[in-house]
T-cell receptor, first 110, second 114 residues
Framework: DAKTTQPPSMDCAEGRAANLPCNHS???????VYWYRQIHSQGPQYIIH???NNETNEMASLIITEDRKSSTLILPHATLRDTAVYYC???????????FGTGTRLTVIP | DGGITQSPKYLFRKEGQNVTLSCEQN?????MYWYRQDPGQGLRLIYY???????QKGDIAEGYSVSREKKESFPLTVTSAQKNPTAFYLC?????????????FGQGTRLTVV
């Protein structure tokens, strides 16, 4: 399974866009990119996923580069409640090992 | 409503005792997973199961055991052989069909061994 690399921490001003990068240079053609976030002492929460095309939902946007070796999660207007650890993972169809890594700790500053 | 439930939320045990953490899902998911999380760390995979009566070791299986007698249940036993059992334990489940394998997580069990 491909693994991912994320910066350990980032800060973002409240109301501004938070752009969280993820490198997945060994991703395979059948692997999706997923983003989750974990607020302190809770289970991770699904945010968004994609294969090739950029995706948007009510929580965030996902931008995947054309070569699929990296992606960026965008929170368009960060709030204090978006302070969490964000995990980028890649999973093939029929995944049997969800490798999470250490993620990026995003702190939204008032 | 469908979901995945872990119990209890907090658990205290004396050193040397085995303890079993419960994980139940009513999502009809095929695969289930157990993770361990230590303070300030990411999630590490302990065991996973893709089908009833079958399971595989993850990265840190030593000192743990699991069973998968029913599709909806995947209990984790922390044995006395686990050297540092105090941690936050998370259970997850996924479908294994189609292109979307979104994982659903329970709210976790915080185990403290004294």
């Amino acid at each position: 399974d491909a693994k991912t690399t994320q910066p350990p921490s980032m800060d973002c001003a409240e109301g501004r866009a938070a752009n969280l990068p993820c490198n997945h240079s060994t991703i395979s053609g059948n692997e999706y990119v997923y983003w989750y976030r974990q607020i302190h002492s809770q289970g991770p929460q699904y945010i968004i996923h994609g294969l090739k095309n950029n995706e948007t939902n009510e929580m965030a946007s996902l931008i995947i580069t054309e070569d699929r070796k990296s992606s960026t999660l965008i929170l368009p207007h960060a709030t204090l409640r978006d302070t969490a650890v964000y995990y980028c993972i890649v999973m093939p169809t029929g995944a049997n090992n969800l490798f999470f890594g250490t993620g990026t700790r995003l702190t939204v500053i008032p | 409503d469908g979901g995945i439930t872990q119990s209890p939320k907090y658990l205290f045990r004396k050193e040397g005792q085995n303890v079993t953490l419960s994980c139940e899902q009513n999502l009809n998911h095929d695969a289930m997973y157990w993770y361990r999380q230590d303070p300030g760390q990411g999630l590490r995979l302990i065991y996973y199961s893709q089908i009833v009566n079958d399971f595989q070791k993850g990265d840190i299986a030593e000192g743990y055991s699991v069973s998968r007698e029913k599709k909806e249940s995947f209990p984790l036993t922390v044995t006395s052989a686990q050297k540092n059992p105090t941690a936050f334990y998370l259970c997850a489940s996924t479908l294994l069909r189609g292109g979307n394998t979104e994982a659903f997580f329970g709210q976790g069990t915080r185990l403290t061994v004294v």
